[in-house]
């Protein structure tokens, strides 16, 4: 089966600038997650989808980011205004259902440098 | 809250030698353990993972983890690496209801000698 995807790989940006980053999960994954992962660190999760209702976005910072994930499929996550602190990679993930026993699936990352 | 804690943030070791990368996680609620490998510039790979039953976990390629509730530990190990094995590697930990959110430690770079 065809896997996690998300573009672009790569984007650098000036700070204060607007960015978004998109993922497509694997068909039929009813829940989305997109992880940051800062250089050196963990990934920190930043909101879960379970098809387009949002289940968990606790840890995203809503004054600068969002994320949609429109009819349930592919979802878009913005930051706007960027901050250096922003420079990371973002992680998309599916799973089939919601729970840890069902497996994550990552994509590749979005790697975001932020000047 | 659950929270994962990486006692090592390096591992050195020689190609063929074991290694132990330990795990220590903190839950008040039962939990499913995950341990995921990331390559240099690639995702996350899920290597293994614990749900229930035996404590002791295998990966196809080698690896082994062993869950110990009393010691809220998921150590990883391995009695023989290769140099293909030098990746970063990372615990994980969910609750066992149906938020499924993982929560990662910070981290291990295993560095495969030749």
């Known amino acids: 089966e065809a896997g996690v995807a998300q573009s672009p790989r790569y984007k650098i940006i000036e700070k204060r600038q607007s960015v978004a980053f998109w993922c497509n999960p694997i068909?039929?994954?009813?829940?989305l997650y997109w992880y940051q992962q800062i250089l050196g660190q963990g990934p920190k999760l930043l909101i879960q989808f379970q098809n387009n209702g949002v289940v968990d976005d606790s840890q995203l910072p809503k004054d600068r980011f969002s994320a949609e994930r429109l009819k349930g499929v592919d979802s878009t996550l913005k930051i706007q205004p960027a901050k250096l602190e922003d420079s990371a990679v973002y992680l998309c993930a599916s799973s089939f259902a919601g729970g840890g026993g069902y497996g994550y699936t990552f994509g590749s990352g979005t790697r975001l440098t932020v000047v | 809250a659950q929270s994962v804690t990486q006692l090592d943030s390096q591992v050195p070791v020689f190609e063929e030698a074991p290694v132990e990368l330990r795990c220590n996680y903190s839950s008040s609620v039962s939990v499913y353990l995950f341990w995921y490998v990331q390559y240099p510039n690639q995702g996350l790979q899920l290597l293994l993972k614990?749900?229930?039953?035996?404590?002791l976990v295998e990966s196809i390629n080698g690896f082994e983890a062993e869950f110990n509730k009393s010691q809220t530990s998921f150590h990883l190990r391995k009695p023989s690496v290769h140099i293909s094995d030098t990746a970063e590697y990372f615990c994980?930990?969910?609750?066992?209801?149906?938020?499924?959110?993982?929560?990662f430690g910070q981290g291990t770079t295993l560095q495969v000698k030749p």
């Open positions: 614990y749900l229930s039953g035996s404590t």
């Open positions: 068909s039929g994954h009813a829940t």
């Open positions: 994980a930990v969910s609750d066992s209801g149906n938020t499924g959110k993982l929560i």
